[in-house]
């Protein structure tokens, strides 16, 4: 049997107070999660909120021609399944786990009445939105205004920053349809980058070997979403 990742390897699930740990712990319940499973789809109810600890999930918005681009990423960083307390239930968005691994979930019911408790469990919650809200805004503008190239880098690295490694279980096919572009496209960044010995790719496996070179590659909207993150997340931030 494989050793399970303890649940505060999802910083969320480390930040909870220990009263309030006290009433999560026995409710998680842990997940696999498989590249391309979709944990909800778009105007469905969610009944269970997901905190990734190895895996990285997208969220996809889907247009009716069945085309695709992803709004965000949550991992290590985050929970999947934010309507389920700020009042909607639902969302027009899609939840497909793009890094397999695993995580822990937790009914819609027990996070609804958590929320509702208007204490440091509510203040996080909505700390960990907004800095959502600022990613999503950010993915906006760099799919207007920047080279693909640099779109790839940043998803590169805001992926990398919700994983424990440095390695993603990735096709070139799902990050063009993360990317919302042509798979070959996708394959000549991804080129260049291997050229640059910036990452290695083989059999749907992508790995980071040179972050700092990333980093230097892509655009500010990667510092963007960090720095928020870095902002209304810091260690400890709901103690």
Same mark, same amino acid.
């Given at each position: 049997?494989?050793?399970?990742?303890?649940?505060?390897?999802?910083?969320?699930?480390?930040?909870?107070?220990?009263?309030?740990?006290?009433?999560?712990?026995?409710?998680?319940?842990?997940?696999?999660?498989?590249?391309?499973?979709?944990?909800?789809?778009?105007?469905?109810?969610?009944?269970?909120?997901?905190?990734?600890?190895?895996?990285?999930?997208?969220?996809?918005?889907?247009?009716?021609?069945?085309?695709?681009?992803?709004?965000?990423?949550?991992?290590?960083?985050?929970?999947?399944?934010?309507?389920?307390?700020?009042?909607? !239930?639902? /969302?027009?968005?899609?939840?497909?786990? #793009?890094? =397999? +691994?695993?995580?822990?979930?937790? %009914?819609?019911?027990?996070?609804?009445?958590?929320?509702?408790?208007?204490?440091?469990?509510?203040?996080?919650?909505?700390?960990?939105?907004?800095?959502?809200?600022?990613?999503?805004?950010?993915?906006?503008?760099?799919?207007?205004?920047?080279?693909?190239?640099?779109?790839?880098?940043?998803?590169?690295?805001?992926?990398?920053?919700?994983?424990?490694?440095?390695?993603?279980?990735?096709?070139?096919?799902?990050?063009?349809?993360?990317?919302?572009?042509?798979?070959? !496209?996708? /394959?000549?960044?991804?080129?260049?980058? #291997?050229? =640059? +010995?910036?990452?290695?790719?083989? %059999?749907?496996?992508?790995?980071?070997?040179?972050?700092?070179?990333?980093?230097?590659?892509?655009?500010?909207?990667?510092?963007?979403?960090?720095?928020?993150?870095?902002?209304?997340?810091?260690?400890?931030?709901?103690?």
């Amino acid at each position: 049997m494989p050793v399970r990742i303890e649940p505060k390897a999802n910083q969320l699930l480390a930040a909870l107070p220990a009263a309030d740990w006290a009433r999560w712990e026995p409710q998680l319940e842990w997940v696999k999660m498989p590249l391309g499973q979709v944990l909800y789809e778009s105007g469905a109810t969610l009944t269970h909120a997901y905190f990734p600890t190895t895996s990285i999930v997208s969220l996809l918005y889907v247009l009716e021609d069945g085309a695709s681009a992803e709004i965000a990423v949550a991992g290590n960083d985050g929970l999947v399944g934010i309507s389920l307390f700020m009042g909607g !239930g639902s /969302t027009p968005s899609r939840g497909v786990v #793009q890094s =397999a +691994g695993e995580g822990y979930r937790i %009914r819609s019911s027990f996070i609804r009445t958590e929320f509702d408790r208007a204490g440091a469990v509510m203040h996080l919650l909505l700390r960990y939105t907004q800095a959502l809200i600022t990613q999503m805004s950010q993915t906006a503008v760099c799919n207007r205004h920047h080279s693909l190239d640099q779109q790839l880098c940043r998803w590169l690295l805001l992926s990398m920053d919700r994983l424990p490694g440095r390695e993603l279980v990735m096709t070139q096919e799902l990050i063009a349809n993360m990317l919302g572009v042509r798979r070959e !496209g996708v /394959t000549a960044a991804a080129l260049k980058l #291997q050229t =640059a +010995g910036l990452i290695r790719y083989a %059999r749907g496996h992508i790995t980071v070997l040179d972050r700092s070179g990333l980093e230097e590659r892509t655009c500010e909207c990667y510092a963007v979403v960090r720095n928020e993150y870095t902002r209304l997340l810091p260690p400890g931030t709901a103690r």
